[in-house]
C-alpha cells in the first residue's frame, strides 16, 4: 500500500507493510473498522464479479473458436470417472 507523505513541497510515496496496515487499523475506532470492513467486502465482491466476467467471456471466445464442445452432464461424468 502507498502512503503519500508531504515534505518541502513534494509529496513522497512510501510503500507500508501489512503489518504497518493492520497496525494503523487498530489505532482506528470500532465504527470505523467497520466502516473499512464494509468497503474492502464491496470492493472484494466486485473484483470476484469482474473476475467472473473475463472467465466467462473467455469461455465463450473458446467455445466461439472450437476450442471446446457442450456436452451432457451424463457425458461429464463418464469422462471424470474413467
Known amino acids: 500500500m502507498l502512503h503519500n507523505q508531504y515534505r518541502g513541497g ?3 510515496a512510501r510503500v507500508l507493510l501489512f503489518g504497518e496496515v493492520l497496525e494503523t487499523i487498530d489505532t ?24 467472473l466476467v473475463q472467465d466467462i467471456q473467455q469461455a ?4 466461439e473458436a472450437g476450442h471446446c464442445r457442450s456436452t451432457t452432464p451424463e457425458e461429464l461424468m463418464q469422462e471424470i470417472v474413467s
Request: proline share 0%.
Open 60 to 63: 465463450q471466445q473458446e467455445f
Open 10 to 12: 513534494k509529496i513522497m
Open 28 to 51: 482506528f475506532s470500532l465504527e470505523d473498522q467497520e466502516t473499512l470492513k464494509e468497503i474492502l467486502q464491496h470492493r472484494i465482491t466486485e473484483r470476484r464479479r469482474g473476475e
